[in-house]
């Protein structure tokens, strides 16, 4: 193993090497590699970000831990469909530069030796404000898929949203949750379809259904075509592609439902604010709407009657807006002034990312990609440590504020930076 002495002297031919280099107009450059070599190194050579993936989930220092793992184990296609953005996934990055436009203010001396992470919605109690995203297609990263899921849902207690896309139906991932979930729907071109799958979710007990209103159209996830190229197996052996029924045969949300009506790959768009409507005539479940990422729809929200709205970029997946939701959700927060829960996700990974969300007004906090790393690299197992570890941060970061209970988290805990 090189010694920090030798690598510290290669660092400063390196910065030399670039001073001299006619990409660096900037003398900065010259001035830092002309510097004399600090006493300590860099903290960066002292760990090897990169360095070799973990063996345990009880290895892992935090959720970006797994991701790795998770390359490894999964095929490069699917691994891809859970990577990947749109277009030059500008939203993607956003997603988690955003944090870094809000700071928090921590307080001090106000004894936060027991700390309480609860949560109510419409009710029901959870023991944080952590949920689990609705994500298509759970196999694809390991073979138990959302009932792993699930299971790690109810290990932590944490409220867990189906998708419509899930390869195990709803009936099974409530039981492996012993709670009810609530279902994400993807609305589906047909009202018919629409309606027999909201049927499906209500008999199976869900409380609350959310529509996804962000995926109107078709999009390109370049991460994702790319990596099916470096992919040996040939993908249409397992995904028929030649009607919307052949594509979802194994989404067994989809059994026994009609879709011979259903042409392309099946994207609502013509869903409107009277589909909702619609919607709302024929289910007791409360609706709730993901994707909203502007005041004004959040307002007509509230004016139509909906009962949550979630604040979501489909974590860079829906379109390349630009736009993180942390970004946008005070304004959001600010239109809706309490009327109804608003909830967020879109890049979160970190515990401080969570109380931010929470201090702006955000009801709960969900994590898409952090817990398919997990369940892609050691399945069950690895989702639960990924939802501990976000717990233990976000419990740290509200000790650290000086807060004792998520309702003593207000906008006084975070500003914008400047
Ligand atoms: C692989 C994958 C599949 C997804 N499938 C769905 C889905 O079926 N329905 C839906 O409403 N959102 C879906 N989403 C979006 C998530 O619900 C959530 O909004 C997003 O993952 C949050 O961002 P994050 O991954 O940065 O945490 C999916 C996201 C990923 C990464």
């Known amino acids: 193993m090189t010694s920090p002495a030798v690598r510290a002297a290669s660092r400063r031919r390196f910065l030399k090497y670039l001073a001299a280099s006619p990409l660096c107009a900037s003398g900065a450059w010259a001035a830092r590699a002309d510097e004399a070599p600090s006493r300590w190194p860099d903290p960066m050579i002292w760990t090897r970000p990169g ?82 995203c609705p994500t298509g297609g759970n196999q694809f990263f390991h073979r138990d898929g959302e009932v792993a899921v699930a299971r790690a849902a109810r290990a932590g207690n944490h409220l ?69 190229r470096s992919d040996s197996r040939d993908c249409a052996s397992c995904h028929d592609r030649s009607s919307f029924a052949s594509r979802v045969v194994r989404r067994h949300n989809y059994d026994g439902i009609d879709l011979s009506g259903i042409k392309g790959s099946g994207e609502a768009a013509n869903l409107t604010w009277d589909t909702i409507k619609r919607m709302r005539d024929i289910t007791r479940m409360k609706i709730a709407l993901k994707g909203i990422v502007t005041p004004e729809d959040a307002e007509l929200a509230v004016q139509n009657g909906i009962d949550a709205i979630l604040v979501s970029n489909h974590g860079g997946r829906g379109e390349d807006n630009g736009r993180s939701t942390i970004d946008a959700l005070p304004e959001i927060i600010a239109a809706v002034q309490g009327r109804i829960p608003v909830l967020v996700d879109s890049g979160f990974r970190r515990g401080t990312d969570i109380i931010k969300a929470l201090a702006m007004g955000a009801a709960a906090v969900g994590v898409g990609r952090p817990y398919l790393w997990g369940l892609g690299a050691f399945g069950q197992e690895g989702v639960e440590r990924v939802l501990e570890i976000l717990r233990t941060e976000t419990r740290v970061a509200m ?20």
């Not at 989930?57 to 998770?70: C, L, M, R, S, T």
């Not at 184990?73 to 990577?83: D, L, Q, R, S, T």
């Not at 009936?171 to 492996?176: G, L, N, P, W």
């Not at 000790?399 to 400047?418: D, H, K, S, Y």
Request: hydrophobic share 40%; proline share 6%.
């Open 160 to 228: 867990q949203i189906l998708s419509t896309s899930a390869n195990y139906g709803v009936e099974d991932v409530t039981k492996a949750r012993g709670a009810p979930i609530w279902f994400q729907l993807y609305a589906s071109p047909s009202f018919e379809v629409a309606q027999a799958l909201i049927k499906k979710a209500e008999t199976a007990g869900c409380p609350v259904l959310m529509v996804t209103v962000d995926r109107v159209a078709g999009r390109n996830q370049e991460t994702l075509f790319r990596l099916m």
């Open 399 to 418: 000790q650290q504020c000086g807060v004792r209970a998520i309702n003593e988290l207000n906008p006084g805990f975070v500003r914008r930076a400047t």
């Open 51 to 132: 360095g070799a993936p973990i063996k345990s989930p009880k290895d892992a220092i935090n959720v970006f831990d797994f991701e790795p793992v998770a390359f490894q184990n999964v095929p490069p296609a699917h691994f891809g469909y859970m990577a990947s953005g749109l277009d030059d996934e500008v939203t993607l990055r956003a997603n988690r530069e955003g944090f870094l436009k809000f700071q928090l203010k921590p307080r001090r001396l106000r004894d936060v030796s027991k700390v309480d992470m609860g949560v109510e919605i419409f009710g029901t109690k959870y023991d944080s404000p952590i949920f689990v």
